[in-house]
């Protein structure tokens, strides 16, 4: 029996018929896995990620998700569309496309009541993501109310209450200050310790290394490059600044000019 999660093959998107967002895609998922899409804004990360979640569906190419080629007809089928939602999950970039509900309790609760989750399950998980984010404070504040890290960590977890077997997470730390970043990037790796498939689009380099097994860098002309370990991909300066993930600092120390790559990051 296959291992594989997801496997795309020559996958094209454009958004309304003249703006190309990916131009190619070939990729396999295994169960398992942890996976860093990286590349600068506009290289087609979130695109990817909402293809994977069956948002969006390629103009050109295929996607088969479980086995079953992802289109948009497959999910007027309510059991294949019930069954793929808990097992697929996704943290958008912008966190407020997540939250909609009077109050962040009510957020976070929505998704796995709509799946049908027992109340007890529910009440139990989202004990442990209270503790876990530190959202306890703000469980009865309208998410509108919230900061931007504030808003991300209610996103996530709405997200990982439902405890799907995939995890799909689009800048899961931008904004984020460095504790609550940390606080993230434990809690995917014990999610990934479960038994989870992770994939996770970054320009945040810092946190590839403990998020990824494998790294795929995505270009401005919206295909992959590159795909490697993390040390590989991550020592490779030309081809990190050539994708504008790292730039040229320079500084004066003793009347001498200094240069040396930065990373592109949320966060020192």
């Given at each position: 029996m296959s291992n594989?999660?997801?496997?795309?093959?020559?996958?094209?998107?454009?958004?309304?018929g003249k703006f190309p967002a990916l131009c190619g895609i070939d990729l396999i998922v295994s169960k398992g896995e942890k996976i860093a899409v990286v590349g600068a804004n506009g290289s087609g990360k979130s695109t990817?990620?909402?293809?994977?979640?069956?948002?969006?569906?390629?103009?050109?190419?295929?996607?088969?998700?479980?086995?079953?080629?992802?289109?948009?007809?497959?999910?007027?089928?309510?059991?294949?569309s019930r069954d793929f939602r808990k097992k697929v999950g996704?943290?958008?970039?912008?966190?407020?496309?997540?939250?909609?509900?009077?109050?962040?309790?009510?957020?976070?609760?929505f998704g796995p009541l709509q799946l049908g989750m027992a109340k007890a399950t529910i009440a139990k998980r989202l004990e442990g993501l209270i503790a876990v984010l530190g959202i306890k404070d703000l469980l009865d504040r309208s998410p509108h109310q919230l900061s931007i890290g504030e808003k991300r960590k209610v996103a996530i977890a709405s997200t990982l209450i439902i405890d799907s077997d995939v995890l799909l997470l689009d800048e899961p730390t931008a904004g984020l200050d460095p504790l609550t970043t940390r606080h993230i990037v434990d809690l995917l790796i014990q999610e990934h310790k479960s038994g989870k498939t992770i994939i996770v689009s970054t320009h945040d380099l810092h946190i590839v290394e403990e998020l990824a097994d494998t790294v795929y860098v995505?270009?401005?002309?919206?295909?992959?490059?590159?795909?490697?370990?993390?040390?590989?991909?991550?020592e490779?300066?030309?081809?990190?600044?050539?994708?504008?993930?790292?730039?040229?600092?320079?500084?004066?120390?003793?009347?001498?000019?200094?240069?040396?790559?930065?990373?592109?990051?949320?966060h020192h």
């Open positions: 594989s999660i997801f496997e795309l093959k020559d996958v094209r998107f454009t958004y309304l990817l990620l909402h293809l994977l979640d069956g948002l969006i569906f390629p103009d050109k190419g295929t996607i088969r998700a479980f086995g079953q080629e992802l289109k948009e007809g497959v999910f007027n089928d309510e059991s294949f996704l943290v958008f970039q912008n966190p407020e496309v997540q939250l909609f509900c009077p109050t962040v309790k009510e957020d976070v609760v995505v270009s401005q002309e919206k295909q992959i490059v590159k795909s490697g370990k993390p040390q590989e991909i991550l490779d300066f030309q081809l990190l600044q050539a994708h504008n993930l790292i730039h040229i600092h320079r500084h004066t120390h003793d009347d001498t000019i200094h240069t040396h790559p930065h990373l592109h990051t949320e």
